[in-house]
């Protein structure tokens, strides 16, 4: 599962996400993380007791190794790796943690193993797509929805995923509907069409590997913008078909899906910001922004990885004999 041209280039980006019980989940974290350093793997992985979801890279190579390490696990055999091509690492570290979930969700209690709308496979998604019947429910947060989403699309007005509960009487009107979320690469769609389901939706589907996948294997026809995604890169392309600016600089209102942080690590907030808007700035949302004494220096594309700061891969690692 790879976009043309992929051969070209050294390094892949993998997104990825199972639901499979996990005991002693902090242990099974140790090892993970010596995995992804023995094998030169960057990324952020989550790891809880209700599985896995992770973002990483790393050479083509290693990529493999990665995921050949995590379907050899039958915990997670059913892993989907969704796979694009890089010219190079995405992100700066490796950072492996345990946390209570996968996503971090106002109905925790929902276990996608039981309980989940239907996956509609992109193929199939994009045949349903416009149907007369049909919601298209965004599942992601302000900043992700206002840079991209799907002609037609429902977006919520919403800080965090965890938010969606506090909007359950602005979506109830929609029970009779085929209702199908999205969201960047499937995880909150698990949990959140499951949500709908125990609310009384009884049409709900989702877009199994949501708008990465869709962008992949169906050139990512009438999705509108970029998709907002957690790398270095910030936005990614996704449609190859009919691609459309949905977003407008937050300066000047002029169009434009140039995606970044503000350089004010106090404000850091996630806004589309034009070259011309940012280069006059330095990179920051306003002139009190670009004043501030801690403003960072601008980066050119708005990203801001951490300084490493003589980082230690191994650090908090607890060794055993």
């Known amino acids: 599962m790879l976009k043309q041209g992929s051969v070209m280039k050294s390094h892949q980006i993998l997104l ?3 639901y499979a019980p996990i005991e002693d989940a902090e242990a099974y974290r140790e090892a993970h993380h010596l995995f992804c350093i023995e094998n030169n793997i960057r990324g952020r992985i989550i790891i809880a007791d209700e599985g896995l979801n992770g973002t990483v890279t790393g050479l083509k190579e290693d990529c493999k190794a990665y995921m050949d390490y995590i379907k050899s696990d039958p915990r ?3 892993t989907e790796f969704k796979i694009e091509a890089s010219d190079g690492h995405a992100f700066q570290k490796i950072n492996v943690r345990y946390k209570s979930e996968i996503v971090h969700s106002g109905f925790s209690h929902i276990d996608p193993n039981q309980k989940t709308g239907i996956h509609l496979e992109p193929d199939a998604f994009k045949k349903m797509m416009h149907d007369e019947d049909v919601i298209l429910l965004d599942c992601r947060s302000n900043y992700e929805h206002e840079v991209g989403r799907f002609k037609g699309a429902v977006t919520m007005d919403i800080d965090n995923f965890r938010d969606i509960p506090s909007k359950l009487d602005e979506i109830k009107k929609y029970k009779d509907k085929k209702v199908i979320t999205y969201c960047t690469g499937g995880i909150k769609c698990e949990k959140a069409s499951g949500y709908l389901l125990e609310q009384g939706f009884e049409q ?3 877009l199994h590997g949501g708008i990465i996948k869709y ?3 169906e050139g990512g026809e009438d999705f509108d913008g970029k998709c907002y995604v957690f790398d270095n890169r910030v936005v990614a392309d996704v449609n190859k078909v009919n691609p459309k600016v949905v977003s407008q600089c937050y300066v000047c209102q002029e169009s434009s899906d ?5 350089a004010n690590p106090t404000c850091n907030i996630h806004v589309a910001i034009c070259e011309a808007c940012g280069n006059e700035l330095e990179g920051a949302c306003s002139e009190t922004c670009k004043n501030d004494p801690n ?3 601008y980066s050119g594309n708005g990203a801001y990885p ?10 908090g690692v607890k060794w055993t004999e």
């Open 16 to 18: 990825y996400y199972c």
């Open 258 to 262: 140039r995606m970044v942080n503000c």
């Open 204 to 206: 709900v589907y989702q």
């Open 295 to 297: 403003k960072r220096p």
């Open 215 to 217: 962008g992949i294997e």
């Open 306 to 315: 951490k300084e490493l700061n003589g980082y230690n891969p191994y650090k």
């Open 76 to 78: 997670f055999k059913k």
